[in-house]
């Protein structure tokens, strides 16, 4: 594969590229869906191709085929450069990017139990057993949809600087979601599993375990009742922490966004957060479903500090981002196949746990609300910020009191770090997937539970 | 590169996947064929800076075998390729369990012809001219207001060709075009920032606005500043198309759709003949709709799209079907099996909205707003994907959103929430506009409810 594709950088050269890289892929997916124990397909394919990257007058020029044979990426490669020099004709400010140290490696996975050498039957057995543990539940259970893939082949990428890597790919996901209902009242949750280590990660995320969870949310919330709207004091659990840490503070921080005008723009060195915060973007944590060795740039990945003690003290960056601030390349620039342009992305997004019990954190809070679980989050570059629950609780007295559905909070991240006075000794990584740009990246949020002074509540109706 | 292939050349490929499949043993199968390309140049931070350029084409073939369904997929137009493709499929679905319910792949019908679906001067436009279309939208935005810095914005041309075969002599073909850009924008001034504004426009025919889109896009953003809070309370709301489509997308369009109502996942379940939204609503689906982003002659299995009138004047009729789910119902399919577009090979249909179009009503979007005494405008929503589908419940941020008072916009609103449950407010429609535009899967003009729950900071 390197000679082939060493020719198709020699041609980006003769075709007129300042910089060329080109990113190879063979993957094969496997992937089931399961409704109320009727699997609707079982799905497996094959695919390849490759997408080619080209500066050429300070401009991008981008062109994905698929194929892996030379003759096609060359005319891909010419193609890329005619992109790229229609896209520069009024260029002001030309892309630079950011120099690193060529690289050649290659990476192999090797995992416990390798989805790829597991049967379509014992795959589907661990859907029906997902989906019987939550049926047998509770009676006003009606429904259960369960999405399971796994995705495993090899990337191939080189550049015009000297770069060569080879790496393997693994991924393995699920998806359970249930309904309740009982007389008018409609439920839905759902949790996630996700990982790069292999198909052990159903080892520790047993059916027992995840589909006893999901269960017992549905019916807690049939008795549930909506929150009152307005400004509460409210602690945290580390899964709502992560999506907040992800949606309202984590995108403001991928460098793209940050020059696109998002509210951190002037804040590198600047307080933005209670003593009590630190967050990290890691892509370095064995088998969490945000983790890689390089990103798509060849770039080694890294671990992150973008919050020390309430001062924002990095960004993600890509080598174009990091040329433009003069800090190094953090390893965030990922694409979700070869059809997609590497574009800024986070890995694995936390908040470093402190050292308050859950109890001390309850204490003291006449009135406010507990959020456990969250539902989807959504934050604007003004730092406007939205995380709609799917599990809460009242807290009266500093004791937890009746479950709370349909509850959403929502805030300025500016000021709502602020408001963190006190962070949980506990932790937990959790397995999501992100959309930007039109691309689906796999990554985890986390944290330990944390108190916020207060927070405004979206009641129901 | 691949040969350039054409709706025959797709319908033989996929002929003879099928006959193999038969050959091999198969039940029933089916194929699934697109190719396409798709071209792109894209503004970020004030200026023109990249090109892209996206090819694609493929193969997916289902196949039943003793009722149970077996899938594969691939990207490789070679004979080799194709024969593992089939014998996945038949390996997948002697893996698979059999489903007792499933009704068997549909059989041909007579198909529609759709109108202003193909444009060739798409096909051919020129990344140089991509790129002039590109440069007159930013320019456009620049020009109105130096507060204004556009974030990023897109110029995209779409040329697609999808066929589908089955053993059931459903054997068809079809091609189109769609070309769309968007501005997305904010304004700063002093210590504030705007939050993201956009203007889009889109069309199956090289019939597209982009200075107006970039001017528009500034406009929205400049009259966004001085945000100010507002007072929790009860408000009349207009809605834009945008607005619109996030709040009904993870709600109303999840909980018509058949396969939510059989499954228990829906509130409409039970509802059909009685009145579920305001009379003044009409909404129906449609697949044949004149240059609609969805329209098409087929939908992925290969059934004749249709419209297919859902709630009227009020009231509930009908909810979206597939083969499956029509199955089930003793029904016939509405047309709504989706595949998807440039890479509509890799995955099997799933039961989605066409055309989800709202009947204009009489009313210019400023009548709409004229008769509002104390009332919102409400341009986008953060965290519709977070509402529940099967209650119809969401709480959500209004960003940006306008206050209206007297009749007119008076300020842009800071960080506003709207709850609520998606049935109250349908029912609470009060008039709806006169202009269509889509908005994905949505066309619909602008609509007034009454009575919305707004929380203010």
């Not at chain 2, 709301?237 to 109303?252: D, H, K, M, N, R």
Request: with cysteine; hydrophobic share 40%.
């Amino acid at each position: 594969m390197k000679d082939e594709l060493l020719k198709v950088i020699n041609s980006g050269r003769s075709f007129g590229a300042d910089y060329i890289d080109i990113r190879g892929e063979r993957l094969s997916e496997a992937s089931f869906t399961l409704k109320d124990g009727r699997v609707e397909a079982a799905k497996e394919g094959l695919q390849e191709g490759a997408s080619v990257r080209v500066l050429v007058n300070g401009a991008w020029g981008f062109a994905s085929v698929g194929s892996l044979e030379t003759k096609v990426l060359i005319d891909a490669t010419r193609k890329a450069c005619s992109m790229a020099k229609a896209a520069s004709l009024k260029i002001k400010e030309p892309v630079k990017l950011y120099e690193t140290k060529s690289v050649e490696d290659r990476i192999e996975k090797r995992p416990l139990k390798n989805p790829s050498e597991i049967s379509i039957e014992e795959k589907l057995n661990l859907l029906f057993n997902f989906n019987k543990v939550i049926f047998d539940y509770d009676a006003r259970v009606k429904s259960c949809t369960i999405d399971y893939l796994d995705l495993s082949g090899k990337s191939y990428f080189m550049n015009s600087d000297g770069t060569y890597i080879e790496q393997d790919k693994l991924y393995v996901w699920s998806r359970i979601l249930a309904t309740a209902k009982e007389g008018n009242i409609l439920t839905y949750g759902r949790e996630e599993i996700g990982s790069t280590a292999g198909f052990e990660v159903f080892d520790e995320q047993t059916p027992e375990k995840i589909g006893t969870l999901i269960a017992k949310r549905i019916i807690n919330q049939l008795k549930a009742k909506t929150p009152k709207g307005g400004t509460f004091p409210a602690v945290i659990g580390p899964n709502v922490v992560g999506v907040f840490v992800h949606e309202a503070f984590g995108h403001l921080a991928e460098a793209d966004l940050t020059l696109s005008g998002s509210v951190l723009i002037d804040k590198l060195g600047k307080k933005i957060a209670s003593d009590q915060v630190n967050i990290f973007d890691d892509g370095t944590i064995p088998g969490a479903f945000g983790s890689f060795k390089y990103d798509d740039e060849g770039v080694p990945t890294k671990k992150t500090m973008l919050i020390k003690q309430g001062v924002v003290v990095g960004l993600m960056h890509n080598r174009e981002t990091a040329a433009k601030f003069n800090m190094e390349p953090t390893g965030n620039a990922r694409a979700q196949n070869f059809r997609y342009e590497p574009i800024i992305r986070m890995r694995n997004t936390y908040m470093a746990p402190g050292d308050h019990t859950f109890e001390e954190l309850l204490e003291g809070i006449k009135f406010g609300y507990y959020l456990k679980s969250f539902r989807g989050g959504q934050a604007n570059l003004d730092g406007t910020f939205q995380v709609g629950i799917q599990e809460a609780y009242e807290i009266i007295d500093g004791e937890l009191g009746a479950s709370v559905r349909n509850a959403s909070i929502s805030g300025n991240t500016l000021e709502a770090l602020f408001k963190v006075d006190a962070v949980g000794k506990d932790f937990e990584l959790w397995p999501g997937r992100c959309g930007k740009g039109g691309q689906t990246a796999f990554i985890c949020d986390g944290g330990p539970h944390v108190r916020v002074k207060e927070v405004l509540i979206g009641g129901g109706a | 590169m691949v040969e350039e292939l054409n709706q025959e050349s797709l319908l033989e490929i996929g002929k003879k996947a099928v006959d193999l499949a038969l050959k091999l043993g198969a039940d029933e199968a089916e194929a699934y064929l697109s190719y396409g390309f798709e071209n792109t140049v894209k503004i970020e931070r004030n200026q023109i800076i990249r090109g892209l350029h996206k090819i694609d084409q493929g193969i997916g073939v289902r196949i039943a075998h003793n009722k149970a369904l077996g899938f594969s997929y691939t990207n490789i137009f070679d004979e080799q390729a194709i024969q593992k493709t089939v014998e996945t499929a038949l390996k997948s679905a002697k893996s698979s369990k059999p489903d007792e319910n499933w009704p068997g792949f549909p059989s041909a019908k007579r198909f529609g012809n759709p109108k202003k679906v193909f444009d060739s001067r798409i096909v051919d436009l020129s990344v140089e001219e991509l790129s002039s279309q590109a440069s007159l939208m930013l320019d456009a935005a620049l020009g109105y207001d130096k507060r204004v810095f556009v974030t990023d914005g897109e110029m995209d041309a779409l040329f697609l060709i999808h066929a589908i075969v089955n053993s059931n002599d459903i054997e068809v073909a079809g091609k189109g075009t769609a070309i769309s850009c968007y501005a997305a924008t904010l304004a700063r001034e002093n210590s504030e920032v705007t939050p993201i504004c956009f203007d889009y426009d889109v069309s199956r025919s090289y019939e597209i606005n982009p200075e107006k889109v970039g001017l528009n896009a500034s406009k929205m953003a400049v009259s966004a500043l001085k945000a100010k809070k507002i007072e929790t309370g009860n408000y009349s709301a207009v809605f834009t198309e945008v607005s619109l489509y996030l709040l009904l997308y993870y709600t109303l369009m999840a909980a018509i759709k058949a396969d939510a109502v059989q499954r228990e996942q829906s509130a409409l379940k039970g509802k059909i003949g009685q009145k579920v939204a305001s009379e003044v609503l009409t909404i129906y689906d449609d697949g044949l709709f004149e240059g609609g982003l969805f329209t098409s002659r087929f939908d992925g299995e290969g059934v004749p799209t249709q419209k297919t009138v859902l709630i009227e004047n009020g009231m509930l009729r009908n909810y979206l079907y597939d083969c499956y789910t029509a199955s089930k119902d003793k029904v016939e399919s509405t047309g709504n099996a989706q595949r998807g577009l440039l890479t509509a090979y890799l995955s099997t249909p799933k039961l989605e909205a066409t055309n989800f179009v709202i009947e204009k009503g009489t009313k210019s979007n400023e009548e709409l707003l004229n008769e509002i005494e104390n009332g919102v405008l409400i341009g986008y929503l953060q965290g519709a994907h977070s509402s529940n589908p099967a209650s119809g419940e969401f709480s959500v941020v209004a960003t940006p959103a306008w206050k209206i008072e007297n009749g007119e916009i008076a300020y842009s609103i800071k960080g506003a929430m709207l709850a609520g449950n998606i049935y109250d407010l349908l029912l609470n429609v009060s008039a709806v506009g006169r202009e269509y535009r889509q908005m994905d899967h949505l066309v619909s003009p602008w609509v007034r409810t009454e009575n919305l729950k707004v929380v203010g900071q």
